[in-house]
């Protein structure tokens, strides 16, 4: 499991290493194009292509802020995290839009000028790396916090027929327990689990190892709760077997 972790964590390195060479990639060939027109090193470079590419990677990630947002909205908040979660979207998408805005009317004289605003969309935000997941944590967590109360209700009314059927009775126990051990994996609503509440304070970092760390144990969480509810619906499913239902 560490060695998966650690591989993941090198993985995403490499990979938010290439995104930004490959939007900011083109700042040294405009510099040189630039160069060859004769255009003094204190005037303003155009940077066209780089600065195009710096725009859709703030289009893409505006977008995908968005739909993260629109995902929230849809769901209820039996953790009352969701509003937390939509402002910081909100706040990054602001921000990214304030940057590319920036960075399109900016006045720059050197690629290296310009590489260093553009670096904030990547180090600034970290929307892949960080937002994307923390959403769908939290989304996850909706989910299995309306499957949990479903199953409640479920096994109250499953308590008023057992009566004396002793494998009832011990299939419903079944249930009960596994109800237990998913709420000891998230919490009970609306208090979530230490693992869940410190997901959603994780911020942007310069170095992602520990949010990478932390989003890795309320994955494994969230994982073990599902299991647990399965498992309790299973165990629901056998007591109305056992009542010949």
């Known amino acids: 499991m560490t060695d998966r972790s650690g591989a993941a964590h090198r993985i995403r390195i490499g990979i938010g290493a290439a995104l930004a060479a490959a939007v900011l990639g083109t700042c040294t060939v405009a510099a040189a194009s630039d160069a060859t027109a004769g255009t003094a090193p204190s005037q303003c470079r155009p940077f066209i292509l780089a600065k195009a590419r710096v725009h859709d990677a703030a289009q893409r990630r505006e977008t995908t802020l968005g739909l993260l947002v629109s995902t929230l909205q849809a769901r209820q908040d039996p953790w009352s995290l969701n509003a937390g979660q939509i402002a910081a979207l909100g706040t990054a998408t602001a921000g990214i839009s304030a940057l590319d805005a920036r960075v399109q009317s900016g006045c720059y004289s050197t690629s290296a000028a310009l590489r260093t605003d553009a670096m904030s969309l990547f180090t600034t935000y970290r929307v892949y790396w960080l937002r994307v997941p923390q959403t769908h944590a939290v989304e996850a967590a909706d989910r299995l916090a309306e499957a949990r109360s479903r199953l409640r209700s479920v096994a109250s009314k499953l308590a008023a027929h057992v009566g004396t059927n002793a494998k009832a009775q011990a299939a419903l126990a079944a249930m009960n327990q596994a109800l237990a051990a998913?709420?000891?994996?998230?919490?009970?609503?609306?208090?979530?689990?230490?693992?869940?509440?410190?997901?959603?304070?994780?911020?942007p970092a310069a170095d992602m190892t520990a949010d990478v760390a932390a989003m890795e144990t309320t994955r494994a969480v969230l994982y073990s709760a599902r299991s647990s509810l399965a498992q309790a619906r299973t165990d629901g499913l056998t007591v109305i077997d056992d009542l010949g239902g």
């Open 182 to 203: 998913a709420d000891a994996k998230l919490g009970t609503a609306p208090i979530p689990a230490s693992a869940l509440a410190s997901v959603v304070a994780l911020a």
